[in-house]
């Protein structure tokens, strides 16, 4: 029996069917990887892009090292292939979103986010309810993006593939917290209690220096610490918990698979809830994630849904995180946007998630 089943339309360059997609049905879904590579068009099949626009942060990451060259190595390959390519280096925090816009407004039809998952989602921000695709080119601390879709860390080579990558219209995350004062979307994941308390206490000149390590300081610090509980209502039930995972991607940070179930291409999260406020007591969830046995574990809560509300309590300030950026605290609506953006993948990328299913 088929739960899901669900096609979308546009990218020539891989197939007739860009997005098939099929839940708990493994016999379907094998019978749509024989129809999908019989109507493939071959992967060489180039877009036609006339005004691309490439957006780095000359402060983060690979290319905030004197990053430069290869900013411009990027820049060359995509002229190569035909790109009439404009950069624009963002000028502060949150100035990517307006500058996308601007870009847009005067005729951008490739938008090419170089960076980490932070850039990403400032880019996000000028995006959202577009037509214009988004790629991505890894150069951050996570790269969880990147990392989901398999394209690797080599910068020059995912620019070199860019042509033969295929447009998807996806659905995004929204969070409106500070009561409503903060409103963000996101592309990956939000986080809520630990994990956005790790983010809060990451030393800046120690990630620029060590990158992923700083977020393993912050964590061991909390040891032993005493976590907030708040409450999550999702699907007409209350849960309560100390960390609450809202997921579009498996990948966590780029080191684990915490939400195993959903893709990019799902139209609602993954919810993955731990219980617990003793902070030492995420070393058995931490456990439970290397070895991929966290699901049916006690105290770890896997949902679905699209729309949640999530209620702190009155002594405490629990944050809230969205794509490994801190965006503020509880209270916060989350709730999934559909049809909200256009996003270049690999087509092995859309492979995957079709023989998975």
């Not at 280096?89 to 951008?108: C, D, K, L, N, S």
């Amino acid at each position: 029996m088929i739960d899901k089943f669900s096609f979308r339309s546009t990218c020539s360059t891989c197939s007739h069917a860009t997005f098939l997609r099929c839940s708990r049905a493994s016999v379907a879904g094998s019978f749509l990887w024989f129809i999908y590579n019989l109507t493939r068009i071959p992967e060489n099949t180039p877009i036609n892009y006339q005004h691309t626009v490439l957006i780095y942060n000359p402060r983060a990451g690979r290319f905030g090292r004197d990053g430069s060259p290869l900013v411009e190595r990027a820049v060359e390959i995509l002229r190569k292939q035909g790109h009439n390519v404009s950069v624009a280096p963002t000028t502060g925090p949150g100035a990517a979103g307006a500058m996308v816009r601007e870009h847009i407004r005067q005729g951008a039809d490739l938008v090419v986010a170089a960076g980490g998952d932070g850039t990403v989602n400032e880019v996000l921000e000028g995006m959202v309810h577009t037509q214009v695709p988004l790629a991505v080119l890894p150069g951050g601390t996570a790269n969880v993006l990147a990392m989901e879709m398999s394209l690797g860390k080599d910068v020059e080579r995912v620019a070199g593939r860019l042509d033969r990558f295929c447009p998807h219209r996806i659905s995004v995350g929204h969070v409106a917290c500070n009561g409503g004062r903060v409103s963000r979307h996101f592309l990956l994941m939000a986080g809520i209690g630990l994990d956005a308390r790790v983010v809060y206490h990451v030393s800046g000149a120690l990630k620029s220096r060590t990158g992923k390590l700083a977020y393993w300081v912050a964590g061991w610090n909390l040891l032993g610490r005493r976590l907030a509980s708040f409450k999550v209502e999702i699907g007409g039930q209350t849960h309560s918990c100390s960390f609450a995972l809202l997921s579009r991607v498996r990948n966590y940070g780029g080191d684990f698979e915490i939400a195993r179930s959903v893709s990019l291409f799902d139209d609602d999260f993954e919810v993955v809830l731990f219980e617990g406020r003793s902070s030492l007591g995420y070393v058995r969830y931490l456990l439970g994630m290397a070895l991929n046995r966290l699901s049916g574990m006690k105290g770890v809560t896997v949902l679905r849904g699209d729309r949640m509300t999530v209620s702190g309590p009155q002594d405490s300030r629990v944050y809230v995180q969205v794509d490994g950026e801190l965006v503020g605290h509880l209270p916060a609506e989350i709730r999934i946007v559909p049809n909200a953006l256009t996003l270049l993948v690999p087509p092995e990328y859309e492979r995957r998630l079709v023989v998975r299913a």
